[in-house]
């Protein structure tokens, strides 16, 4: 290394990371695993098959799509397809009243939700993704926050299996993850006698009415959780989901990430085709890695509904070079890279990547443990020059 300088720096925001539950934050749809809950608290009584309820829920869907305009092939603006998407909230309504009608999850409570959960996930029903401790720590070591949002439900299901997986980690405690520090917001299904659900909306202390069934319905408790932080801090809010019920927040978030796994589901598909007929520009999330942040760091992000980005899970959001700024190395000067694409060359006096580099992953955290092993991070440092000689740089 060769100097530091006390040049200006910019303070980029904690994060406010927010996430999705069904296919997000699991593998899959945890809807099935729930209703069972329902069917075994009430097995006595005679209770319609989940596949004649889901049938339902799906007749009402296909009669609405066939009669809307304009039809799919026709939407080629945000604004329609937004629109699109709150006319489903009769659809998720009529199907909330018949699950409520059918008695399902009639006297259901905590004790029988919570034994559901951790079986679930001990059983491998309910698969958590790979890295989600990992990327929750990264975000509230740096006095970030962290909240889930599902438009199904329940919150007291998800908050007992992200605890079931910690323990199962041994993370519980450990690296200031606890589950007390993740804010979940979802509909409810602990149940009274009469089986009606607890909607979101209508909650004590809430001023609205029905649940969290659309994406606009998704949006409003986005920010609504902003609202809420309460310590004054100004924080970038990443959004991550998987269907179209995330396009709105995906849109408006500061950074919208997409999950889409190497076999998508129909729900990736379903948001892939809508982002691309919309215009929205989708890159995959290595690149924000080796972009040129400094455009986006001035600015405080981008939440213009332009572009999002995708990634087959959270390692690539772990190693980013968002959650590298925002979370222990925040300072960050108008002449300070952590990465170009390959074509870069090393560029002397201005901390770049080497295109020749065999292993440019391995050689950005290189490149990050040597900054933060000159300390040059600590209050009142930035990097400001680095050696043009990678070597000199490795070593």
């Not at 709150?86 to 009243?97: A, F, H, I, P, Y």
């Not at 009469?194 to 979101?200: E, M």
């Not at 809430?206 to 069934?213: E, N």
Request: glycine share 10%.
């Amino acid at each position: 290394m060769s100097s530091l300088s006390s040049r200006p720096t910019m303070a980029f925001p904690p994060l406010h990371l927010i996430l999705d539950w069904d296919g997000t934050l699991t593998t899959s749809s945890t809807l099935p695993t729930i209703a069972q809950i329902g069917y075994a608290r009430n097995a006595a009584h005679p209770l319609p098959s989940w596949h004649t309820i889901s049938e339902a829920y799906m007749s009402d869907l296909r009669a609405h799509t066939s009669t809307y305009s304009p039809p799919a092939s026709e939407r080629n603006t945000i604004a329609q397809e937004l629109e699109w998407l709150e006319s489903l909230r009769d659809v998720e309504r009529k199907s909330t009243e018949r699950v409520e009608a059918a008695g399902i999850f009639r006297n259901v409570g905590s004790e029988d939700v919570r034994h559901a959960a951790e079986q679930a996930v001990n059983e491998g029903k309910v698969v958590l993704r790979d890295g989600w401790i990992e990327l929750v720590a990264w975000v509230l070591k740096d006095g970030g926050k962290v909240g889930v949002v599902s438009v199904g439900w329940s919150a007291e299901f998800i908050r007992w299996c992200l605890k079931t997986g910690l323990e199962a980690s041994k993370e519980e405690g450990k690296g200031g993850v606890k589950v007390e520090d993740i804010d979940v917001r979802a509909n409810e299904v602990l149940g009274w006698e009469d089986g009606k659900l607890r909607r979101y909306f209508e909650e004590e202390g809430r001023r609205g009415k029905g649940g969290i069934w659309t994406a606009k319905d998704k949006r409003k408790v986005v920010d609504e959780m902003a609202v809420e932080e309460g310590d004054g801090k100004k924080r970038v809010v990443v959004y991550v989901g998987d269907s179209v019920t995330d396009l709105e927040c995906l849109l408006s978030a500061n950074v919208g990430v997409c999950v889409r796994d190497e076999v998508e589901s129909d729900e990736q598909i379903e948001l892939r085709q809508s982002l691309g007929r919309l215009g929205v520009g989708c890159s995959h999330f290595e690149f924000m890695t080796r972009a040129n942040l400094s455009d986006f760091v001035r600015r405080g992000g981008s939440a213009d509904g332009s572009s999002v980005w995708w990634d087959c899970g959270f390692s690539s959001l772990c190693r980013s070079a968002v959650v590298e700024v925002t979370g222990h190395d925040r300072t960050f000067g108008s002449d300070m890279y952590l990465g170009l694409p390959h074509n870069t060359s090393m560029i002397p006096k201005m901390g770049y990547l080497h295109k020749h580099h065999p292993e440019p992953s391995l050689m950005l955290a290189r490149f990050s443990t040597v900054i933060r092993n000159a300390r040059c991070m600590e209050k009142g440092y930035k990097i400001d020059i680095i050696e043009s000689n990678l070597e000199q740089i490795s070593t």
